[in-house]
């Protein structure tokens, strides 16, 4: 099926587009629009008036809980989820069951995806062995069964030996490493940001020197190795300042932000909400104000959702006890208009969607990203300015868990497109 997408702002910023154009698709992929006259059958046509016509968005950052946690998420629900967000693309994270740390695993979740999802699928492998940060993974295998990058993100490589390794063999193989964050020792059990409100309600900190150490170790390595490095959900002010000066010398090193770290702060967890609890934890106003500042000056170019369903009965538990992480696929892009442009205007509306495009698929070395002709049609179409609210219990996701049910939004995704067909439309 043939589509022209008329009247829309084109914003492509892999191409510096921003302009009034028609979009046309052919076949699945980009054409130029001289080609509707050769077309032997009428195109169907989209309005996109009043609309941003962008690529498809790109999320970095996706937990699909398969292979073996089907009841908090599923490959196809997730993907239900992502397409409802406005992504067309999504890179699933390796903490499965199993792990995803073997070729037939990959294997397994691209065949499922091709199946069952509505969109791109990209798997990641893990770094060590069953996540447990004693033995590498065979990550030549890995990048041999398709993986875009490596990661034992929910746990983090303690051995800094090993860390290196693990970059030296990406390098080989060319796929960055992304990597969560956490020094054990200085975390130790916390779960909260540790402050004035841990202190208060009386529960374990989670020091803001937890992440920042691992920060300064991957910018070391990445200088080391001379390979990117991508450092995951960057929540305190500290990180900022530690990419921000390392990016200056030129290391290869990039951070994404989370719209949770710059909608909240500690302050949300007073009533022990444990859809408020996430790994890093929510942080200080400081930080967000850091983040925000990392965000407007190029320091922090990528967004992702850090998408981490759990079913309602895990997280209905004593605080302590609750696992971490919140769903985020369907309000990240409404999230993140609303502080980013709208209320805070941090940056424009272009350099959102590079965020979300060029940026994610130039680290992943994808092709992805861009309205460019020949390239796969995928496409989001945005309404920048569409108020409405979050009903979780309308998600398209399996799981509920997140802080921002009932909250009200302005700017959603009204329609997707993967290669050429519309995967979710409002």
Known sequence: MNTVIRNGRIIDPANNRDEIADLLIVDGRFAALSQLSTLNSQPTELDASNLIVCPGLIDLHVHLREPGFGWKETIESGARAAAAGGFTTIVCMPNTSPVADSPSTIAWIKDRAAEVACVNVLPTGAISKGLMGEELAPIGSLAQAGVVAITDDGRCIQNNELMRRAVEYARMVGVPVFDHCQDYNLVGNGV???????????????????????????????????????????????????????????????????????????????????????????????????????????????????????????????????????????????????????????????????????????????????????????????????????????????????????????????????????????
Request: glycine share 8%.
């Open 192 to 426: 909260v940001h540790e402050g004035y409100w841990s202190t208060l309600l009386g529960l374990p900190g989670w020091p803001s020197a937890g992440e920042e150490a691992i920060v300064m170790r991957n910018v070391l390595l990445a200088e080391l190795c001379d390979h990117d490095i991508h450092c995951q959900h960057i929540s305190a002010a500290g990180s900022v300042r530690i990419l921000r000066e390392a990016q200056a010398r030129g290391v290869k090193i990039s951070g994404e932000v989370c719209p949770h770290h710059i909608a909240l702060t500690d302050e949300a967890i007073q009533n022990f909400d444990t859809n408020c609890k996430m790994n890093p934890p929510l942080r200080t106003k400081e930080d967000v104000a850091a983040l925000l500042e990392g965000i407007a000056d190029g320091t922090l170019g990528i967004l992702a959702s850090d998408h981490a369903p759990h079913a309602r009965f895990e997280k209905e538990v004593e605080f302590d006890a609750a696992p971490f992480g919140i769903v985020g696929l369907e309000t990240e892009l409404g999230l993140f208009l609303d502080l980013l442009v709208h209320q805070n205007k941090t940056i424009g509306l272009s350099r959102l969607i590079e965020m979300f495009t060029v940026n994610p698929a130039r680290l992943l070395q994808s092709e992805a990203g861009t309205l460019s002709q020949g390239r796969a049609a995928d496409v989001t179409l945005i309404d920048p300015a569409l108020e409405w609210t979050f009903d979780a219990n309308a998600s398209e996701s399996m799981s509920r868990n997140t802080p921002f049910n009932g909250r009200k939004l302005r700017g959603r995704a009204v329609r997707t497109i993967v290669a050429g067909k519309t995967a979710w439309a409002l």
